[in-house]
């Protein structure tokens, strides 16, 4: 499932090579993505211009020369390649064709379409932007900011990681990773997290996010960044999927167990 470092992935791929393409007609073989009818969508892009590629948390967001936005939640296998891209001919399940004015298209291909595409003007985008959570590899993500947080309240700190209104662009598969790094276990209620497990895991989670978005993501069944590859960061997952293997750390075996109708992977002697 598209986490952060695969939506900022695609959004650096994006934005030289998008900047400037005026959207010229759009194709909707599958409306179920769209956040409107798809003659509403025309009507709300046809004739303005992409300035570039962005990220906000999970989402790609495609901002347009005059302030408005093109949101993209990727959902489980949601993907944005551009026509002139290496492997574009290989995408099977293209809900959204945009035409752009120079010949090229954007495509967005999405096998199980759980994603969603809407678009915000200006002021209804500032809104929502104010009510996503923080960023965890912006300036404001300081261990003393993460602590003051886990500390208001008892939620597992796995399920705090995930709740995009706090934390925006985190999912399971790198909560769990900055988890083990950091020594604590995904189960722990977040508000006896103490500061220095906090300062751990702040740091745990941006050397994550980081050298995700440096291998190009993760790959996990159709996830493919905005050139159509795969992601490289899958062999370093250190418990992710890796139950019953031996703990890189200490060898202790990694454990599964299921909180909140997701997987949890851990080592029980790293992890406290
Ligand atoms: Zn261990």
Redesign the pocket.
Same mark, same amino acid.
């Given at each position: 499932m598209p986490e952060l470092p695969e939506a900022e992935t695609i959004a650096r791929d994006l934005d030289p090579r998008l900047a400037g393409g005026r959207v010229t007609d759009i194709t909707v073989h599958h409306h179920d993505v769209l956040a409107t009818d798809p003659a509403t969508f025309g009507r709300q892009l046809i004739g303005r211009t992409f300035a570039g590629a962005g990220r906000r948390g999970k989402n790609v967001v495609l901002p347009l020369e005059d302030g408005g936005r093109l949101v993209v939640n990727l959902g489980m296998t949601g993907r944005l390649v551009l026509s002139d891209a290496p492997r574009a001919g290989e995408l099977r399940h293209v809900a959204v064709r945009f035409t752009l004015e120079d010949g090229r298209s954007l495509l967005y291909d999405d096998t199980r379409r759980f994603g969603l595409l809407e678009v915000f003007e200006a002021d209804a985008w500032r809104e929502r932007d104010a009510e996503l959570g923080i960023e965890p590899l912006g300036d404001l993500f300081t261990a003393g900011a993460l602590h003051a947080m886990t500390r208001r309240t008892r939620v597992p700190i796995r399920n705090f990681l995930l709740d995009q209104y706090r934390v925006a662009g985190v999912g399971n598969i790198y909560a769990l990773e900055a988890l083990?790094r950091a020594g604590v276990r995904p189960t722990r209620r977040s508000h006896t997290v103490t500061r220095a497990e906090a300062a751990r895991l702040r740091d745990a989670l941006q050397d994550v996010l980081r050298r995700a978005i440096g291998n190009r993501g993760t790959t996990f069944s159709d996830y493919r960044d905005g050139s159509g590859e795969r992601g490289g960061f899958e062999p370093l997952l250190q418990v992710y999927g890796r139950e019953g293997t031996p +703990?890189?750390? +200490?060898?202790?075996q990694?454990r599964r167990r299921v909180l909140s109708n997701r997987s949890v992977f851990y +080592?029980?002697? +790293?992890?406290r």
């Open positions: 083990f +703990c890189a750390a +200490c060898g202790t990694i +080592c029980p002697a +790293c992890q």
